[in-house]
């Protein structure tokens, strides 16, 4: 990362909290390439925080400049404009993914939303905050597909597609993850938007041990599959994914339809198509959907990929 670079950040920060936001959203994008010398760091507006990430550990000279500018941006008509609390910089390729505060007073658990709909964060203890911001079209999707629907949430986190669902009429919405202390934060993410959890289970398992749970749960109209691209022990991408996608025909409404995401910088879209036709070719691949354009990448198939599949008759 170059310190000459830092004046075209400030610039476009400045630029994108002048019409300040009013909803979460990322508003400097480096790692899409777009920006010379910028290539790991990004911000996020988290409706009165600014939390800045640095994905590769900087020269002294670069985060002196970067915490230097951040200070003075704290003192700009802009920043106050804006109602700005505190900003921070999370050093996200340190052990633990620290988190410095710069200015201001964190608030370690903010409130956000994000097409209307609200969701928990936790600020300063891991490496991320509770929600994936390029995955709004996603949720926004999932909203408007799940009308009276059952649905299958994998690899569900903090549960972000299961409150969209919900919110779009789902019947029924199953997360799963091993991570019980993010299904926990799921919950509470229902509960900001006064759902009716009866309509929602959790359940703390690894996926490859509990089909037979899964399966006795279904079958789904609508399958959310958004997995990690490396959990230690538990899921390897390249390795792991089409243990799922050989399992969807079982799980599937005659209807049924899919979103399958991969966001891995170099795994293509086709890894999914050519997969699906292997392991499951009675889904058939009809759209991939855009990224959110705040996160424009100089290369299409590196951002993130969320494609949807439906099941054709037999």
Known sequence: MQSNALSAFFSHLTESLTDTPTEVRRVFHGRGRCWEGLEQLTADWLQGQLLVGLFKEPSDDFLQALVSGLQAFSESEVWKKANGQSILVQHRSRDGAPTELICGELNDFPVVSENSLRYQLELGKNQNMGIFLDMRYGRKWVQSQSEN??????????????????????????????????????????????????????????????????????????????????????????????????????????????????????????????????????????????????????????????????????
Not at 305 to 314: C, G, H, P, T
């Open 149 to 314: 629907k059952k649905v299958l949430n994998l690899f569900a986190y903090t549960c972000g597609f299961s409150v969209a669902a919900i919110a779009g009429g789902a019947q029924k919405v199953v997360n799963l993850d091993m991570a019980k202390a993010a299904l926990s934060r799921g919950r509470d993410n229902h509960r900001l938007n006064d759902h009716d959890l009866s309509k929602v289970s959790f359940l703390g398992h690894d996926l490859f041990k509990s089909w037979g749970k899964v399966r006795k749960l279904g079958p789904y109209d609508l399958i959310v599959i958004d997995p990690p691209s490396f959990q230690k022990g538990s899921f390897a991408l390249t390795k792991d994914y089409q243990k799922i996608l050989r399992r969807l025909p079982e799980l599937l409404t005659e209807q049924g339809t899919v979103l399958a995401c991969v966001n891995d910088p170099a795994i293509s879209p086709d890894f999914l198509i050519e997969g699906m036709k292997t392991e499951a070719p009675q889904l058939q691949f009809t759209e991939r959907l855009e990224n959110p354009p705040e996160f424009a990448d100089i290369a299409n198939d590196s951002g993130l990929k969320a494609l949807v599949f439906q099941r054709i008759a037999e």
